[in-house]
């Protein structure tokens, strides 16, 4: 004779059913629920300066010129973001290397000196931000100290480092 086997439901299967749909209910609201539900937005500003190494002197005037402006990506004005000014310093150019042959970013390797073709220039910029955030984020760009950053607007755009960050409220 065969032994046919037939389920039954018992108390050990509704806890573990009960147990998996309370997961994934948590699961649920810990992903969709955003992360600063409850605090409210503390407006500021941050400022930081980018320090662009061995731009020609003649770009870094035309640059000057268009300074303060408003900040631009992907084609859009960046809202509550500016480049307030622009400052430099004399440098001398010993070599340039690119990262490939076609590409237009060149690394410089700078000295200090009294070169009159080339300069360090420094872009201090400003942002609205919202101090509870945890990211600095200017247009698509995070802003940390020691990260690549593209200065832009809609007439110019240069490539340097992030030499500072400041934020305080408003």
């Not at 910029?125 to 945890?134: G, K, P, Q």
Request: hydrophobic share 40%.
């Amino acid at each position: 004779m065969e032994k046919k086997r037939t389920w039954k439901f018992n108390i050990v299967d509704a806890v573990v059913i009960l147990l998996v749909l309370a997961a994934l209910a948590f699961l649920a609201m810990k992903i969709l629920s955003p992360a600063n539900k409850n605090e409210p937005e503390r407006p500021g500003v941050m400022e930081y300066v980018v320090e662009v190494k061995g731009l020609q002197k003649s770009v870094y005037d035309s640059i000057a010129a268009m300074i303060p402006c408003q900040m631009a990506a992907s084609g859009k004005w960046v809202e509550g973001s500016y480049i307030q000014s622009a400052y430099c310093e004399p440098c001398s150019v010993e070599s340039f290397e690119a990262s490939n042959p076609v590409n237009a970013h060149l690394k410089p390797t700078v000295s200090t000196g009294d070169g009159d073709e080339f300069v360090n220039a420094y872009f201090n910029c400003t942002a609205d931000v919202d101090l509870n955030n945890l990211f600095n984020v200017v247009g698509t760009q995070e802003v940390r100290v020691g990260r690549s950053h593209f200065v832009k607007s809609v007439d110019f755009e240069v490539v340097g480092t992030i030499l500072s960050v400041n934020k305080y409220e408003k």
